[in-house]
């Protein structure tokens, strides 16, 4: 864990760069995020949460938001899931994002959750995107 959370916290920029070497660094700490949140610990809840509103690029957002997708009976997942869809509402392809986190959750009972996801107001059956988001 404790290498993990290093090489997260020594891969994490002040502000968004688009060279070479500042996507590997986003990429590498993304994937730290990413397995750290496999622990199932509420510090790591909390961090992926912190870095979810801090995010200045979709990268890192989704990042975060991913990470907590998979986490059952979480605060900060569903937390981070209201406020994206607050934020990003307005942008049905984004939404498609929004929709296909949530479906590919490994969460226990996930099913219920893809038919709730079919009945939100961002998901239209008659859009074969948002049908592929929850349905894949």
């Known amino acids: 864990k404790s290498e993990l959370m290093w090489t997260m916290k020594d891969n994490t920029s002040e502000k968004y760069e688009r060279d070479g070497e500042s996507r590997a660094a986003r990429t590498l700490k993304n994937m730290c995020l990413g397995l750290l949140s496999y622990l ?23 990042s975060a938001l991913s990470a907590l997708s998979g986490r059952a009976d979480c605060e900060a997942r569903t937390d981070a899931i209201d406020m994206f869809y607050e934020q990003w509402k307005h942008d ?45």
Not at 96 to 105: D, F, I, P
């Open 40 to 62: 199932e610990d509420p510090e790591i809840d909390a961090e992926a949460l912190a870095r979810f509103k801090s995010a200045d690029n979709m990268t890192d957002q989704i």
């Open 92 to 136: 049905p392809l984004i939404m498609n994002k929004w929709l296909g986190l949530q479906a590919g959750a490994a969460l226990p009972n996930n099913v219920e959750n893809v038919k709730r996801l079919t009945e939100h107001p961002a998901f239209d059956i008659k859009n074969p995107n948002n049908v592929y988001s929850v349905g894949g």
